[in-house]
Nanobody, 122 residues
Framework: QVRLVESGGGLVQTGGSLRLSCAPS??????MGWFRQAPGKEREFVAT????????YYADFAKGRFAISRDNAKNMVYLQMNNLVPEDTAVYYC?????????????????WGQGTQVTVSS
């Protein structure tokens, strides 16, 4: 069983930045992803990074503003979020996948964290 612990959420003003962190207990062999869920909406894909080459892939709304990265030496995954807008307000979830390239498919991520709240004020 893989345990994921997210941190770094909070309240920020429009245009601000936050960095989310995720510590997977199962080590560095998993591909990792970030998803988010706003009130009344379905959970949506934000970004993913592969286990081997560390290749990133982003949702269109995240391109140019968000950056996913991993530090395998520290067993950490990060989501740097810049130029935040109120529409980014959501609970952000870290997820781990056994697939080499799970992409945007939620069902390919078997392990999920408890989520961290991000609130962007206008």
């Amino acid at each position: 069983q893989v345990r994921l612990v997210e941190s770094g959420g909070g309240l920020v003003q429009t245009g601000g930045s936050l960095r989310l962190s995720c510590a997977p207990s199962g080590g560095t062999r998993y591909s990792m992803g970030w998803f988010r869920q706003a009130p009344g909406k379905e959970r949506e894909f934000v970004a993913t990074i592969s286990s081997s080459r560390g290749n990133p892939y982003y949702a269109d709304f995240a391109k140019g503003r968000f950056a996913i990265s991993r530090d395998n030496a520290k067993n950490m995954v990060y989501l740097q979020m810049n130029n935040l807008v109120p529409e980014d307000t959501a609970v952000y979830y870290c997820a781990a996948s056994d697939f080499t390239w799970p992409m945007t498919t939620k069902s390919r991520y078997a392990y999920w964290g408890q989520g961290t709240q991000v609130t962007v004020s206008s």
